[in-house]
């Protein structure tokens, strides 16, 4: 069973920045689940765009793979020989969690290398898929553009981005409608005001959404032909791009 996520649910004297920790790894299935519209169902069909995309001989790779599961929907659905998965994250909590799950997995072959690292020191090399399952808002804004490229770079021909980040809204009034209805999923899923409150303040520094129409211009400058959008819920969102 998936424990419960509580850890803005007292009120904090003093919300210091969110960090991916301990007590973060220990409740993350349940906080994204409950935080992030959609989640369940972008996460099975990077399994299927990975079956589709993935070539014999090449690597995937999951870029803040957080404890893994979109390198399990990958590891389940992908069928091409010689191919691996190298997934990525710079919290030792997640990686250390992201392991054990990854070890109960026994009914599919495809190695998993799980690194704790910056990803931003991991080379990109021989890739046929490359998941951004929301990392890139967590990457300060001026290094997003010389990761894309290095990703484009690193892709064989044919080779997909697949790219899920929350949405910013150029015009205030879709801005507003998104964060209400956000707001709205959350207490439904049972967070209080309260929790949303200071979740919020924890992440205002560290994860920095932008626009849909900032994400295709970064991609297409960092040499992508074809970027098309496969997935919204509310403000949270995934495209793909193919080299
Ligand atoms: C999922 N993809 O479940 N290097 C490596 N990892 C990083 C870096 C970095 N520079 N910055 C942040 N991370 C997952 C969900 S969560 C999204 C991704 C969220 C990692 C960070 O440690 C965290 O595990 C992950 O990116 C973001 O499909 O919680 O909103």
């Known amino acids: 069973m998936k424990k419960q996520d509580a850890i803005y649910a007292a009120p904090l004297n003093e919300i210091i920045d969110f960090h991916f920790d301990e007590r973060v790894a220990d409740v993350f299935p349940d906080m994204i689940?409950?935080?992030?519209?959609?989640?369940?169902?972008?996460?099975?069909?990077?399994?299927?765009?990975?079956?589709?995309?993935?070539?014999?001989?090449?690597?995937?790779?999951?870029?803040?793979?957080?404890?893994?599961?979109?390198?399990?929907a990958m590891r389940q659905s992908i069928c091409q020989p010689d191919c691996d998965i190298i997934a990525v994250d710079n919290s030792q909590a997640m990686i250390e969690r992201g392991r054990e799950l990854l070890d109960r997995d026994t009914a599919s072959t495809i190695p998993v290398k799980m690194i704790c690292a910056d990803l931003q020191d991991?080379?990109?090399?021989?890739?046929?898929?490359?998941?951004l399952n929301f990392t890139l808002q967590f990457i300060p804004l001026t290094e997003r553009l010389t990761l894309i490229k290095r990703i484009y770079l690193g892709l064989k021909p044919g080779g997909i981005l697949i790219l899920s980040e929350k949405m910013a809204f150029a015009e205030p009034l879709n801005q507003q409608f998104h964060v209400e209805i956000h707001h709205d999923f959350k207490r439904a899923n049972g967070y209080s005001d309260l929790e949303v409150s200071q979740k919020r303040t924890a992440l205002e520094n560290v994860m920095i959404p932008e626009t849909l129409a900032c994400h295709?211009?970064?991609?297409?400058?960092?040499?992508?032909?074809?970027?098309?959008?496969?997935?919204?819920?509310?403000?949270?969102?995934?495209?793909?791009?193919?080299?």
């Not at 989640?39 to 001989?57: E, F």
């Open 216 to 243: 295709q211009q970064r991609s297409q400058e960092a040499g992508f032909d074809f970027t098309e959008l496969w997935f919204q819920c509310f403000n949270f969102a995934s495209l793909v791009a193919i080299k």
């Open 33 to 72: 689940q409950r935080s992030v519209p959609g989640y369940g169902m972008m996460i099975s069909n990077i399994g299927i765009l990975a079956a589709r995309y993935a070539q014999a001989n090449s690597h995937c790779y999951d870029l803040g793979c957080s404890l893994g599961a979109a390198s399990l």
């Open 122 to 131: 991991v080379s990109i090399e021989n890739a046929s898929v490359v998941v």
